[in-house]
């Protein structure tokens, strides 16, 4: 995976649109789905008794999270979802670095370069997440160890840049 530039305003714009529909086509399917499913299977309810319908709705949830989530699957190759497929990737794989982080600083610690790169990568799309997200709290600790990473790849004397992270480099660790 290579690091993209990304439309801050456009991705902003187009993942509120993304959840509100998410959200409210939750809500709806839900609702729809359990109001259905105790209609044609539910209990009457009697006065002062619970309905013991609670299956039904619950059943009405998955039902709706099921669909929500093969439209998705479907629509994500849009062009309209273009920034938001590519950065759920990018955090999916910020989240396989993270649980390899403590090997990969060890590795990083005896200046191997396939770690370095790792970490020069991880550093640089956290940027690019956090920028998008307007995480500005942690970006100054981020800019500084991405300062520290870049001087001990200087003092090492290597060439390293983003551009040569592969995905399976973290097959190592």
Known sequence: MKLQQ???????????????CLVG????????????LIALFGVEAIPGEPTGNFHWNLLGVILAVLLCSLVV????TQPFFHEIYYVWQL???QNRTYRKLAKIKSAAAE????ALIIMLFYYSSLRLV????????TLSHLEKELGQLQSQI????LTLNVSQFEVGLLEKY
């Open 111 to 114: 200046n191997q370069s396939s």
């Open 6 to 20: 990304v439309d801050k305003s456009r991705y902003r714009k187009n993942m509120n649109l993304f959840l509100v």
């Open 130 to 137: 956090y920028q998008l997200d307007d995480n500005t709290l």
């Open 73 to 76: 699957n479907q629509l994500k």
């Open 91 to 93: 955090k999916q794989l």
């Open 154 to 157: 200087d003092a090492a004397g």
């Open 25 to 36: 086509g939750l809500i709806l399917l839900s609702l729809g789905f359990g109001a259905g």
